[in-house]
């Protein structure tokens, strides 16, 4: 039995930022303990030159977002980078996983060689779908739900590995 692109895309990314969410609710439920503020919150970060917990979030979502689009060969939906709350945060999780999940198997199967073109700030990167999936959007995707998850760890939530694998 085959994997396929739609498979090994769609649902992967709704469970991981679905899990993300729920890491999130854990962090502001130790955070709000702590009295620590949302807009100190989401600009944690483990070390002065990374990117802070919002965008950790942003570009999580941004990358179940384009992914999608992009295997379906539709335009990305743009999304705002304007979150400065955590009830903002979780909207921006819910609206990309509607948006994802609006997405049918019947777009994306079949985008194993489908050409992806990237503008991006390092230069343009040309791939196949199967490539863009596999080598692009899941590592970066699955890179900044880990970043989201030590943030917290380092905080000293109580989270473990089932709380960012989720469910089985």
Same mark, same amino acid.
Request: hydrophobic share 40%; net charge neutral; no cysteine.
């Given at each position: 039995m085959s994997l396929s692109m739609y498979q090994a895309s769609v649902p992967v @990314? $709704?469970?991981? !930022?679905g899990n993300l969410r729920q890491v999130l609710q854990k962090g502001e439920a130790h955070a709000k303990a702590k009295g620590v503020t949302d807009a100190v919150l989401l600009q944690t970060r483990l070390v002065p030159d990374m990117l802070p917990l919002v965008k950790q979030v942003q570009i999580a979502c941004d990358m179940a977002c384009r992914g999608s689009a992009r295997l379906a060969g539709a335009e990305p939906k743009s999304f705002e980078d304007n979150e400065a709350t955590m009830a903002e945060l979780y909207d921006r999780i819910d609206r990309a996983v509607?948006? $994802?999940?609006? @997405?049918?198997? %019947?777009?994306?199967? #079949?985008? %194993?060689?489908?050409?992806?073109?990237?503008?991006?700030?390092? #230069? %343009? !990167?040309?791939?196949? #779908?199967?490539?863009? !999936?596999?080598? @692009?959007?899941?590592?970066?995707l699955f890179f900044h739900c880990t970043t989201a998850y030590n943030l917290f760890r380092g905080m000293g939530v109580e989270i473990g590995k089932n709380d960012f694998i989720g469910d089985i």
């Open positions: @990314f $709704v469970r991981a !930022l509607a948006y $994802v999940q609006s @997405f049918k198997a %019947e777009q994306i199967d #079949g985008s %194993e060689s489908r050409a992806i073109h990237l503008k991006m700030r390092s #230069g %343009e !990167l040309d791939l196949q #779908g199967q490539s863009y !999936l596999l080598q @692009f959007i899941l590592p970066n």
